[in-house]
T-cell receptor, first 113, second 113 residues
Framework: DSGVTQTPKHLITATGQRVTLRCSPR?????VYWYQQSLDQGLQFLIQ???????AKGNILERFSAQQFPDLHSELNLSSLELGDSALYFC????????????FGPGTRLTVT | GQQLNQSPQSMFIQEGEDVSMNCTSSSIFNTWLWYKQDPGEGPVLLIALYKAGELTSNGRLTAQFGITRKDSFLNISASIPSDVGIYFC?????????????FGQGTILTVHP
């Protein structure tokens, strides 16, 4: 158990819908990262927040957005969902802004039908 | 963008055998990491490497940060059935990349008892 929690574990929704994935980092960690894992693209970095502020951005679609709240939990919002958005979404956390040692949560499996 | 080439893509070995896998990049990384992922779970950090030439062990696992800073290697000695899983290398460029990790495509390891 990494100490990072993610909810829900599984999510099934229809195209065009909007969903919110939630992540709570390890106690004491200030950075939260979101990654997408799909069969064809592998593990791809989406976005990083540190203490409530966006720090780094990867190839995150404009339909996706994230935020980190004062209690340090983070949410990833996915809208206008397409079939190709079906994937595993992982949250990771680290202590520092340039946190190398990132600890991953169990993931949310999103299926878009 | 940065890409990591990880090889081999898969390995089928007998219990007790040693395993070697590697990762190469077209650009320099300041940090290399190795993760293991079991089915249905998030990646688990195995080893982190911070300096070119560094050799670090974690039990039966040994990893090295290549001198050119463009490659890394992972060795597993005396494999056991619980070593089964997908092994990922990851690199961090540093600077304005903050905590962004770039992942290899993974090596699927199967260990026959």
């Amino acid at each position: 158990d990494s100490g990072v929690t993610q909810t829900p574990k599984h999510l099934i929704t229809a195209t065009g819908q909007r969903v919110t994935l939630r992540c709570s980092p390890r106690s004491g960690d200030l950075s939260v990262y979101w990654y997408q894992q799909s069969l064809d693209q592998g593990l791809q970095f989406l976005i990083q927040y540190y203490n409530g502020e966006e720090r780094a951005k990867g190839n995150i679609l404009e339909r996706f957005s994230a935020q980190q709240f004062p209690d340090l939990h983070s949410e990833l919002n996915l809208s206008s969902l397409e079939l190709g958005d079906s994937a595993l979404y992982f949250c990771a956390s680290s202590v520092a802004s340039q946190g190398v040692e990132q600890y991953f949560g169990p993931g949310t499996r999103l299926t878009v039908t | 963008g940065q890409q990591l080439n990880q090889s081999p893509q898969s390995m089928f070995i007998q219990e007790g055998e040693d395993v070697s896998m590697n990762c190469t990049s077209s650009s320099i990384f300041n940090t290399w990491l190795w993760y293991k992922q079991d089915p249905g779970e998030g990646p688990v950090l195995l080893i982190a490497l911070y300096k070119a030439g560094e050799l670090t062990s974690n039990g039966r696992l040994t990893a090295q940060f290549g001198i050119t800073r463009k490659d890394s290697f992972l060795n597993i000695s005396a494999s056991i059935p619980s070593d089964v899983g997908i092994y990922f290398c990851a690199g961090r460029a540093g600077g304005t990349s903050y905590g962004k990790l770039t992942f290899g495509q993974g090596t699927i390891l199967t260990v026959h008892p």
